[in-house]
Nanobody, 116 residues
Framework: QVQLVESGGGLVQAGGSLRLSCVAS????????IAWYRQSPGKQRELVAA???????HYADSVKVRFTISRDNAKNTVYLQMNSLKPEDTAVYYC??????????WGQGTQVTVSS
């Protein structure tokens, strides 16, 4: 029912910046939370950042200060601004939109590669 389209990934040198976008086909005005996860080969998927419908945010210790999650309800879009990127940030990043405890969706993933 809901499609999430991610974009903004790519190659960047260490210290550079990228902004990921996740556009939902359904309104995100009433969501419980939106989160960004990332996963590298051989690693478990980890929570990177999350934002509630009220704007409260949470960040993993490894990305705090460097990353910023935000949303634009009018555009049904959530963003992940990534600054001061490090090689260890290399991963596939996934958008997760939670409408309720029983209604959540995942994006297709977008590759972020940071070179040293």
């Amino acid at each position: 029912q809901v499609q999430l389209v991610e974009s903004g990934g790519g190659l960047v040198q260490a210290g550079g910046s990228l902004r990921l976008s996740c556009v939902a086909s359904r309104s995100i005005f009433s969501i419980v939370a939106i989160a960004w996860y990332r996963q590298s080969p051989g690693k478990q998927r980890e929570l990177v950042a999350a934002i509630t419908s009220g704007g409260s945010t949470h960040y993993a210790d490894s990305v705090k200060v460097r990353f910023t999650i935000s949303r634009d309800n009018a555009k049904n879009t959530v963003y992940l601004q990534m600054n001061s990127l490090k090689p260890e940030d290399t991963a596939v990043y996934y958008c997760n939109v939670v409408y309720s405890a029983l209604d959540a969706y995942w994006g297709q993933g977008t590759q972020v590669t940071v070179s040293s």
